[in-house]
């Protein structure tokens, strides 16, 4: 297998896993319609990759919104056309802010679910291997029992993560279907933050970022004045919510352990988790960045917010028994790399 295509590309966890691919010798194809990835990430990534290999980086792009089924065929008349095969998708393009989601759920619909419906509509006209998609942590909503795993209830609270799992029945439909010779992967990614270590990509967010990680960065940075953490009374050791955060470098390389498995294995539709098994509170993120980075930040407990739920963190053993993979890298790992990144490029992107 090697010409793969990855949606939402030019996207935090997309960029990444782009960047993990060339470096093994995939040729990548990007769609992204850069409503919230960075054509910059990509060049960066070209860049990077000619740098460390002397050869020309196989990253090819293409504007395109999904939503939009008439360029979506058209790419992949047009790659038809030049005897390029996509061997394999692996779908991040989506949105992915639960509170947006809240106060906009028609469009999380129309881009999360009706985009992925009209990519599986061109695809059924391509042979191909393979369709990791991009879900989520979200879809357990309100679950009390950790570590989760994948035969947990999901029962989601907000449209964000109910698009998630409402695209997740649609590929396992699709699997069935006669029609079909794709392997389907759902994965379903817990907290990832971090940054590559070269800090040439990390996150990037637009505008006051919905989660935590990016938010310490800029109380760090001093370009917000006051880190809010919900809530000191949870039924924790510390009384904050317990995460499973997970380095977005052993993320991306979930996607090639999944890629490789889907492909050397006989058609399937799997279902993984991919965290690192352990929780995290949010007060040990913060004394963590703040040790490893020589860095204080302000920050002050405020009320509970309504939605968390005080213990979330992954049961992980599917995916080491099917693929072989566990997560790496520490959570000192994860403060170090993604505050590298965000000091040497307090701009993002920009």
């Known amino acids: ?69 008439s360029q979506t065929l058209q790419t992949f008349e047009k790659l038809a056309s030049e005897g390029i095969k996509i061997e394999a998708v692996i779908h991040f393009a989506g949105y992915k802010s639960v509170f ?45 029992k950790s570590p989760i795993s994948e035969d947990s209830n999901t029962l989601p609270i907000n ?23 794709t392997s389907i992967a759902c994965l379903r990614y817990f907290n990832p ?6 800090s040439v ?4 967010p637009k505008g006051v970022p919905d989660n935590l990680f990016p938010y310490i960065c800029k109380v760090a940075n001093k370009e917000l004045g006051l880190l809010k953490v919900f809530g000191s009374d949870w039924p924790t050791k510390d009384g904050t919510c317990i ?51 020589k860095i204080d930040l302000n920050y002050s407990f405020v009320n509970r917010r309504d939605g968390d739920t005080p213990i979330m963190y992954a049961n992980p053993l599917l995916a080491k028994k099917l693929l072989g993979w566990k997560a790496k890298k520490d959570i000192n790992d994860m403060c170090l790399d993604g505050w590298n990144w965000f000091k040497n490029n307090p701009n993002g992107y920009r």
């Open 1 to 69: 297998m090697k010409n793969i295509l990855v949606t939402g590309g030019a996207g935090y966890i997309g960029s990444h896993t782009c960047l993990s691919l060339l470096e093994k010798g995939y040729d990548v194809f990007v769609i992204d319609s850069l409503v919230n990835g960075s054509i910059e990430s990509l060049e960066r990534i070209k860049s990077f990759i000619k740098k460390k290999s002397k050869i020309k980086s196989n990253l090819h792009f293409f504007k395109v919104d999904l939503r939009n089924f």
């Open 100 to 144: 947006e989601s809240i106060e906009n759920p028609i469009e999380y619909w129309e881009n999360n679910v009706g985009a992925t419906l009209n990519l599986l509509r061109v695809l059924a006209n391509y042979k191909c291997k393979a369709f990791i998609f991009s879900s989520s942590a979200t879809v357990y909503g309100l679950n009390m």
């Open 159 to 181: 449209p964000y993560g109910e698009t998630k799992i409402a695209v997740e029945k649609i590929l396992k439909s699709f699997f069935k279907s006669a029609k079909s010779t």
């Open 193 to 198: 933050i971090g940054a590559h270590e070269s």
């Open 201 to 204: 990509i990390g996150e990037d």
């Open 243 to 293: 995460r499973d955060f997970i380095h977005i470098m052993d993320l991306a390389d979930g996607h090639i352990k999944t890629l490789e498995y889907l492909t050397y294995n006989k058609p399937c539709c799997i279902t993984l988790n991919l965290g690192t098994g352990k929780g995290t509170s949010v007060l040990d993120l913060i004394k963590t960045f703040e040790k490893v980075n």
